[in-house]
């Protein structure tokens, strides 16, 4: 009786050793699986930080562009600023003082002497040319810069008659104009050939859209800009005419 209550008594500790030995087994395996659950939220989280500094880095150069934007606005803020106070000390000049005086440009001519003639069309308007031929400036036109159409300065263009008596047609008139203004003070001067069209003989052609930009820091190219036409003359010097037969006159 005893021998079967020792067999019966081991039997059940083998049975409970067993059993202890399984339970160990399957806390490893849960021990294991935490780990790679864990495992996985830190490369979650590492995913989620690094997403997070690429995002900061962008809206930083977001920052960025939008300071070098704001400068470029405040560059041309202070640009038309410039300009406006320009145009309003010269305009303040004109009316109070009168305007600079300055020696008149001299222009070199030989060959056929020229007569000096005011025309009757417009009393603002002179011209120094020989006979057959009159240039006459007949408007002005101010285009103000906008940026925003890739005109970044001021323009002037002018409006021209020319008329040909000489008995030839006319291929192209070589010469210059000074800018005066009403007291016959020279304001700008500049090079102004005329080759756009044959000028055919007993005919008047007009020219349209030759004129040049204005550089906001040439004082006399602003006054020219600023002053109306009607406060302005127009002195057109011929240096030369070359006619469609292919003879040239030097003046």
């Keep these: 009786m005893m021998k079967k209550m020792l067999?019966?008594?081991?039997?059940?500790?083998?049975?409970f050793t067993a059993g202890c030995a399984g339970?160990?087994?399957?806390?490893?395996?849960?021990?294991?699986?935490?780990?790679?659950f864990i495992a996985g939220l830190n490369d979650k989280v590492t995913a989620l930080e690094n997403e997070k500094t690429k995002l900061a880095g962008e809206i930083e150069a977001l920052g960025d562009e939008s300071v070098r934007l704001?400068?470029?606005?405040?560059?041309?803020?202070?640009?038309?600023?410039l300009l406006s106070g320009k145009i309003v000390e010269l305009e303040e000049n004109i009316l109070n003082n009168g305007p600079t005086v300055s020696e008149p440009e001299t222009n070199i001519k030989s060959g056929t002497p020229v007569?000096?003639?005011?025309?009757e069309?417009?009393?603002?308007?002179?011209?120094?040319?020989?006979?057959?031929?009159?240039?006459?400036?007949?408007?002005?036109?101010?285009?103000?810069?906008?940026?925003?159409?890739?005109?970044y300065s001021d323009r002037i263009e002018f409006d021209i008659e020319i008329t040909n008596t000489t008995g030839k047609d006319i291929k192209g008139i070589q010469?210059?104009?000074?800018?005066?203004?009403?007291?016959?003070v020279k304001i700008d001067s500049f090079n102004c050939d005329l080759t756009q069209k044959t000028i055919a003989t007993g005919t008047t052609t007009f020219i349209t859209g030759l004129g040049?930009?204005?550089n906001q820091f040439i004082d006399s190219e602003v006054k020219l800009y600023v002053t109306d036409f009607d406060?302005?003359?127009?002195?057109?010097?011929?240096?030369?005419?070359?006619?469609?037969?292919?003879?040239t006159e030097k003046y």
Excluded at 7 to 15: S, V
């Design 70 to 81: 704001n400068e470029e606005i405040e560059a041309l803020k202070s640009e038309t600023e």
């Design 212 to 214: 040049f930009d204005i």
């Design 115 to 119: 007569k000096v003639e005011t025309t």
């Design 23 to 36: 339970t160990g087994k399957d806390a490893a395996e849960v021990y294991l699986g935490d780990d790679v």
């Design 231 to 247: 406060n302005l003359i127009f002195v057109y010097t011929v240096k030369q005419i070359i006619y469609t037969d292919g003879t």
């Design 175 to 184: 010469g210059s104009v000074e800018v005066q203004d009403l007291f016959g």
């Design 7 to 15: 067999a019966l008594l081991l039997f059940a500790a083998l049975i």
């Design 121 to 151: 069309k417009n009393d603002h308007v002179k011209n120094t040319q020989p006979d057959g031929v009159e240039v006459v400036f007949t408007d002005k036109i101010n285009i103000p810069k906008d940026i925003y159409n890739s005109r």
